[in-house]
């Protein structure tokens, strides 16, 4: 879409799978900056993330920069829903942080939409965004996991108690991770954000 000066972003394939409007939701931006521009740019994407931390479901911004010869940056932000995501798309707040920055950049921008899972982890292989420590991703989790867990174990434990182990096991991992990728998770990490940051 027209960024108001000349610079177009255009959207990347959508993927197969529809979010629904309360599948978490990454946003991946492709920019590539002028030379001699990248401290100006640097400086906007740090204005950008600061508007980002007051916004409605924002559950997190990574950056990757360019290697060495290269100028293209990407930028990663993960909303809880894509209502929110959407919200921040077409909002005036973003909009002029697009316009000041189109002076900056060479060529197309893209932006592509991730639904699903990948705010919970980032696998294996994949750029290294500013990721917290892992002892502080680990602690999050298990602060998550166990109450939800226990709850579920005390609430529906008796109910399957008639079921085979296995398929016992299964449902209650479900459930588990169901509510772990859908509503406690994205709590979490929004709640411990600031502790979170590297």
Known sequence: MPNGSGVQATRAQAPQLVPQPRDPVTLVVRRRVRPGQQEAFESLVSGISDTLLRWPGHLGTGVVRPVPGQREYTMVVRFDDTANAASWEDSPERA????????LLDGE????????LEFWFTPPGSPVLSQPRRWKMLVVTLLALYPTSLLLTVLIGPALAHLPLAL??????ALV?????????????RGFRRWLQP
């Not at 921008?109 to 699903?116: A, C, F, K, S, V």
């Not at 016992?168 to 991992?173: I, K």
């Open 168 to 173: 016992r096991a299964l449902l209650q991992a």
């Open 177 to 189: 991770v169901s509510l772990m990728t859908y509503l406690i998770m994205p709590v979490a990490t």
């Open 96 to 103: 002029e942080w697009l316009q000041r920055m189109a002076p």
């Open 109 to 116: 921008t893209t932006l592509e939409q991730q639904p699903g």
